[in-house]
């Protein structure tokens, strides 16, 4: 129940691409309503899922945030605060991100101590030189940035230490310095699209440049080596402006959009999020990337349908594929919302 493709979704919402408040608030929650009222009765501790959930913690207060994040400590209660079952995978603990956020408000240590304990056993996991913890991209938005919201709950820099030295391996095995893209897994180094170039991943990419922009909204400016995750990020955000499609969007093979007639709206959305984030705090020009955030949301804004469907969205998957123009999955709208609401945020300071 992570997502479906309705063939009568076909109707276009019309909303306004305007960086306004007001024009911003009706295009999250057209899509936040529908998405809530459709997923809730199937609410999983599953990472498509926690993508979403992640989405709706972002809601504004004043675009109803309250509500949803109502919804999302329904939820969590419901699951008593648990990660999912596979102890070492990084999937099963991006919901833990929701349940910090929630902490955050609360300080109920009760909604701590499941994530917290899940983490600390983690950590006490030896490394396998021959599989890294996080061996797939994806891995990158699932599991630091809950390491990093345990540091601000704990002020236990051990988990930024376990976190930095987990994404180094990682980024020394898929990262290309060449290109500044990941590869979704290695799997993937060395493999070709149609047109000879190497196969980069829309969503993957996305996967890790949100995960930057969560992990760096609670890296402390004297953490030694934040300086390096600043870098990667501003690298992979010119590389990914430079490969903005006409429409706004991005193809699901980064590298070769021709093959891809339907543009990519989970890794797009990502994308818009990140650089709004860059934006808003200080991280990226704001001359250079406020026209591509601009046209990013524009185009997303022009993909939901008139019942609140955001359409386009490539299902689970881990490489470039196809789908049709209604494809629409829960994960997609996590970072919809995630990117509406650092749009939001930009709103204030367009003029």
Same mark, same amino acid.
């Given at each position: 129940m992570a997502g479906d493709a309705n063939a009568e979704a076909t109707k276009s919402a019309n909303l306004s691409a305007k960086l306004t408040k007001r024009d911003v608030s009706a295009a999250i929650s057209k899509v936040a309503d529908w998405q809530l009222k459709r997923?809730?009765?199937?609410?999983?501790?599953?990472?498509?899922?926690?993508?979403?959930?992640?989405?709706?913690?972002?809601?504004?207060?004043?675009?109803?945030?309250? *509500?949803?994040?109502?919804a999302m400590l329904s939820m969590a209660k419901n699951f008593a605060w648990q990660p999912g079952p596979r102890v070492p995978h990084a999937d099963d603990h991006a919901i833990g991100q929701t349940y910090l956020q929630l902490y955050f408000k609360d300080h109920d240590p009760a909604m701590l101590a499941p994530i917290r304990q899940r983490m600390d056993t983690v950590m006490q996991l030896p490394d396998n030189p021959e599989k890294p913890l996080w061996w797939w991209c994806d891995a990158l938005f699932m599991a630091p940035p809950v390491l990093a919201e345990l540091y601000k709950a704990t002020g236990d820099r051990a988990y930024l230490d376990f976190m930095d030295h987990e994404w180094s391996i990682t980024s020394a095995k898929l990262y290309s310095p060449e290109n500044h893209l990941f590869f979704r897994d290695a799997?993937?180094?060395?493999k070709q699209e149609s047109n000879g170039k190497p196969v980069f991943w829309s969503r993957g990419n996305g996967w890790v440049l949100a995960g930057l922009a969560r992990v760096l909204t609670y890296m402390p400016s004297d953490y030694p080596s934040r300086d390096r995750y600043v870098a990667q990020f501003r690298e992979m955000a010119a590389a990914i402006a430079a490969l903005q499609g006409k429409d706004g969007l991005w193809r699901p093979g980064l590298l070769n959009p021709k093959a891809y007639p339907l543009p990519e709206n989970s890794g797009s959305a990502f994308y818009t999020?990140?650089?709004?984030?860059?934006?808003?705090?200080?991280?990226?020009d704001r001359r250079k990337y406020l026209p591509?955030?601009?046209?990013?949301?524009?185009?997303?804004?022009?993909?939901?349908?008139?019942?609140? *469907?955001?359409?386009c969205i490539q299902p689970i998957g881990a490489a470039p594929g196809q789908y049709t123009a209604t494809s629409s999955y829960v994960f997609g709208v996590g970072a919809y919302l995630l990117a509406g609401s650092e749009v939001y945020q930009l709103a204030d300071k367009t003029h």
């Amino acid at each position: 129940m992570a997502g479906d493709a309705n063939a009568e979704a076909t109707k276009s919402a019309n909303l306004s691409a305007k960086l306004t408040k007001r024009d911003v608030s009706a295009a999250i929650s057209k899509v936040a309503d529908w998405q809530l009222k459709r997923a809730e009765p199937n609410f999983s501790q599953d990472w498509t899922f926690a993508a979403l959930y992640a989405g709706f913690m972002a809601m504004p207060p004043d675009v109803d945030g309250a *509500r949803y994040q109502d919804a999302m400590l329904s939820m969590a209660k419901n699951f008593a605060w648990q990660p999912g079952p596979r102890v070492p995978h990084a999937d099963d603990h991006a919901i833990g991100q929701t349940y910090l956020q929630l902490y955050f408000k609360d300080h109920d240590p009760a909604m701590l101590a499941p994530i917290r304990q899940r983490m600390d056993t983690v950590m006490q996991l030896p490394d396998n030189p021959e599989k890294p913890l996080w061996w797939w991209c994806d891995a990158l938005f699932m599991a630091p940035p809950v390491l990093a919201e345990l540091y601000k709950a704990t002020g236990d820099r051990a988990y930024l230490d376990f976190m930095d030295h987990e994404w180094s391996i990682t980024s020394a095995k898929l990262y290309s310095p060449e290109n500044h893209l990941f590869f979704r897994d290695a799997g993937y180094i060395g493999k070709q699209e149609s047109n000879g170039k190497p196969v980069f991943w829309s969503r993957g990419n996305g996967w890790v440049l949100a995960g930057l922009a969560r992990v760096l909204t609670y890296m402390p400016s004297d953490y030694p080596s934040r300086d390096r995750y600043v870098a990667q990020f501003r690298e992979m955000a010119a590389a990914i402006a430079a490969l903005q499609g006409k429409d706004g969007l991005w193809r699901p093979g980064l590298l070769n959009p021709k093959a891809y007639p339907l543009p990519e709206n989970s890794g797009s959305a990502f994308y818009t999020y990140a650089l709004a984030y860059g934006i808003n705090n200080h991280l990226l020009d704001r001359r250079k990337y406020l026209p591509v955030v601009k046209k990013a949301w524009k185009g997303l804004v022009s993909h939901v349908y008139a019942d609140g *469907r955001l359409g386009c969205i490539q299902p689970i998957g881990a490489a470039p594929g196809q789908y049709t123009a209604t494809s629409s999955y829960v994960f997609g709208v996590g970072a919809y919302l995630l990117a509406g609401s650092e749009v939001y945020q930009l709103a204030d300071k367009t003029h």
